[in-house]
């Protein structure tokens, strides 16, 4: 069988179109397939006119033929390789050849030259199968675009957009380049992009990405890139680097396999000379192959990157995908990759009279432009509360400290309080924020005019879901150490950090600190260091690190182009199944060539003494090639999941957008919590009883129907973890707390509340608040099963 490595595709700037690529496969499939035809037909041919017919002739004329054909490129091939010194490991079956004819061994040398130029159709079809995922993505390019001018629609080539074009995309289409939704509701299938199959919904003002198909109605959006600096396009370079980069596991396969063609000849001399028989010589050079080195390895490797690539994970290339099996530090930044990356406005906080809605006017106009994950959930906010936006001028972003916008004259500064005030003292208000957020976890973005500090916005920025459970599973996979890096307050930091699990957390951390920090773990560990993040402040300590795995689709952005793994899908626990799928890969690949290679010695060493003759030996060097191929396809199936469930995956979702729905009712525990001793006992009992009319018709009767209806999905789809006990012994308390109120509310009657009534019920609102925040964290790590099961149910990753 052929042992050149199969061409990397070449893919231009713009890819081909797809009647283009079908007039291309046509001739592309006849040069591989048709030499391998044309020996088989000989073979056949020859084999009826040698046992039919009785014209031996006739018939080894005929393979003669065959053989020489055979024989010239082969050749010509292995010269070519010698010149480059590259181990010409074809000389085998050159040498086999010649040794056929030399010794009247007709059909033995025929089926050589069949498993030859048969082999090279095989290693390409073997070849393209492992990179069907890669090869998918770069073949689904947007290519044509819908610009509209006035009431006109003109249809364009995607590299003729231009950032602040409005694209029309019509049902089925895909987005041409990223953009921001302008009119319509956009309903997207970006399975493409991450692995997602069920279409996501993204309202007027959210961002979009290229490469996503319209699922629903037509809609508009605005530009925000050109074609060549949007997501897909990204996407697709990261792609094409991965197809052309060799692992240090194939360049090793390869010069190993260069030592194995002196190791042939010898052994075939020695069998010729201590036999008495050529024959003997001749069957061992027909039955070796390093097939399972040379090919095994790049197979293997390239189907876990193309199996990674069907689950929304991009890795450039198998040199980082066998890193990543050897990883056993890991370093998390905190927003947007330990948590959600999607914070909540929970309040705005005014300074000296301001105006709550001016407040977040002025943070919403200038988080416009701003990157930072925070800015879009303010922007959202704000829209939400009827509060439009204006576009700022003299816009400036400094990195870790906020952004800085001109409108109607004033200076406006968001971001953190010391860098919003001008690095002067900050006001007693401004500090009791800081302190509240460092109590509370939550985030606070500061905002000023000229700089005088006008107010404060409140974010919840909630742990991931999946993150806990996808630390656990890290452990089990042999990751030694968890370090978690923030540049928030220590004190925020550690209570995230003791949430999901990190053995340690390093706060207040700079961009250029979080280069040393990865400089100074790498020096204390014993393997890969890999590190986390998602911002534009992380790409330095990306780069630095052994690994960097950079968390979302934006193929442009500092981050992801400074990572070797991407996760186009939202979602940290792609990272455990990553490296898994590295691990499982990497046991493959020496599988295949251990069994492959082993097999090869043991049937040279039966040729050697005559057992096998040349004839089958060319057989049963095709059968190990075949063995090692398919063992080394394994790596595109995924072992650990079982079949698929996305009914489930749907219903998390659905109860995701019910806690959406309560959660306005359950922050009022908090606010009125605050509020007890404020309120005037007529206002305030009239709230209390409001709340606790919410609390026992909705959110009870919301819990209850989730304990019948999907606690079961839960303990199915967990299997031996069933994590529905915790669950039901915060529903009882729930239920304890809300019937308590009512009584305590029955108590009070008509009459004011006396100061004990106050601090009881002061006592049932802040235990009631955070009793839900723990029981709708523990709901949100339970919901990410069903999330998985859209996969299928979790197996045993070993094979």
Known sequence: MTQQRAPTPQTSDAPARPTQRVAAA???????????????????????????????????????????????????????????????????????????????????GVIVALMYLGGEGLESYAASRARRELTALVEGAPQRANRRRGDAIEDIDVDAVSPGDELVVRPGELVPVDGIVLEGQAALDERTLTGESRPVERPPGTRVQSGATNAGSPFTLRATATAQDSTYTGLVRLVEAAQAEQAPFER????????????????????????????????????????????????????????????????????????????????????????????????????DGADPDEVLHLAASVDQLSSHVFAASIVDAARTRGIAPTFPD????????????????RRIRVGRAAWTADDGPLPAEARAVTRRTAVEGTSSVFV???????????????????????????????????????????????????????????????????????????S????????????????????????????????????????????????????????????????????????????????????????????????????????????AL??????????????????????????????????????????????????????????????????????LDEERAVFPLLSEAAGDEDPTAPLRHTHREIVRLVRLLGHTLDAIGEGPPDDADRTELRRLLYGLHAIMGLHNAQEEEALGMLDAAEAGGKRDSRS
């Open 524 to 631: 204390e560990g014993r393997g890969r260091l890999l590190m986390v993040g998602d911002g534009v402040n992380d790409a330095p300590a990306l780069a630095e690190a052994d690994l960097g795995v950079a968390m979302g689709a934006q193929g442009a952005t500092a981050s992801s182009q400074a990572s070797d793994v991407i996760l186009v899908v939202d979602r940290l626990d792609r990272l455990r199944e990553t490296i898994a799928v590295a691990q499982r890969t990497r046991r493959i690949a020496w599988q295949s060539v251990a069994a492959g290679m082993g097999m090869s010695f043991v049937a040279m060493g039966f040729a050697a003494f005559g057992f096998i003759t040349p004839v089958v030996g060319a057989v049963l060097q095709e059968v190990i090639d075949l063995a090692v191929i398919a063992n």
């Open 252 to 351: 090793l396969a390869d010069r190993a396999a260069g030592v194995f063609l002196p190791i042939t000849v010898v052994v075939a001399l020695a069998a010729w000379l201590l036999s008495g028989d050529p024959v003997n010589g001749l069957a061992v050079l027909v039955v070796a192959t390093p097939c399972p080195m040379i090919l095994a390895a790049p197979i293997a490797i390239t189907s876990g990157v193309s199996r990674l690539a069907g689950r929304g994970v991009l890795v450039k290339g198998g040199g980082a995908l066998e890193a990543l099996a050897d990883v056993d530090t890991v370093l998390l930044d905190k927003t947007g990759t330990l948590t959600a990356g999607r914070p909540r406005l929970v309040e705005v906080i005014t300074f």
């Open 394 to 409: 003299a816009v400036e972003s400094e990195t870790g400290s906020g952004i800085a916008g001109t409108l109607a004259g």
């Open 448 to 522: 000023a005019a000229d700089g005088r500090l006008l107010g404060a916005l409140l974010l919840d920025d909630p742990l991931r879901p999946e993150a806990a459970r996808t630390l656990r599973g890290l452990r089990a996979l042999g990751v030694q150490r968890f370090v978690m890096v923030t540049g928030d307050h220590g004190d925020i930091g550690e209570l995230v950090g003791e949430a999901v699990g990190v053995d340690r957390v390093l706060a207040e951390r700079s961009p250029a600190d979080k280069v040393a920090d990865v400089r100074a773990l790498r």
């Open 634 to 703: 394994r790596a595109l199936r995924a072992k650990e999941y079982g079949p698929a469930r996305p009914e489930l995956a749907e219903r998390a979702a659905g109860l995701r957008a019910e806690h959406g729905e309560l959660a306005a009712g359950i922050d009022r525990l908090r606010s009125l919590a605050d509020s007890v001793d404020r309120l005037e006992p007529d206002t305030l009992l009239a709230e209390l009883r409001s709340l606790h009319t919410f609390l026992s018709q909705e959110l009870l009767a919301h819990e």
């Open 26 to 108: 046509i001739p592309d499939r006849l040069k591989v397939w048709g030499p391998g035809s044309a020996v088989a037909a000989a073979l056949a041919i020859g084999l009826v006119l040698d046992l039919v017919a009785d014209q031996r002739q006739a018939a080894v004329a005929l393979w003669l033929v065959a053989i020489v054909g055979a024989i010239v490129p082969l050749t010509i091939e292995t010269v070519r390789a010698l010149a480059r010194r590259e181990a010409g490991v074809d000389a085998i079956a050159l040498l086999a050849m010649l040794g056929a004819i030399a010794l009247g061994e007709w059909v033995a």
